[in-house]
């Protein structure tokens, strides 16, 4: 029996999400600066994958 510690890391645009560490990504509060390129990386000891990259686009939408 193998015991396998696989590690989570986001990536937004290529560059690494400190803290953001988990298997899910959540995100609060929205604004437009969150537009952009998302990825995961997953690693298990010498291994590692990345998901495909998801484009998150943010839209601003007025009231009168």
Excluded at 21 to 46: C, F, H, P, R, W
Excluded at 51 to 56: E, F, G, I, L, R
């Amino acid at each position: 029996e193998s015991n396998y510690i696989v590690n989570y890391q986001w990536l937004k645009n290529n560059q690494v999400m400190n803290g953001e560490t988990k298997a899910n990504l959540t995100m609060n509060a929205v604004t437009t600066a969150d537009a952009a390129e998302y990825q995961l990386e997953i690693s298990s000891g010498t291994k590692k994958a990345l998901s495909q990259k998801v484009t998150v686009s943010v839209g601003l939408k007025y009231c009168d």
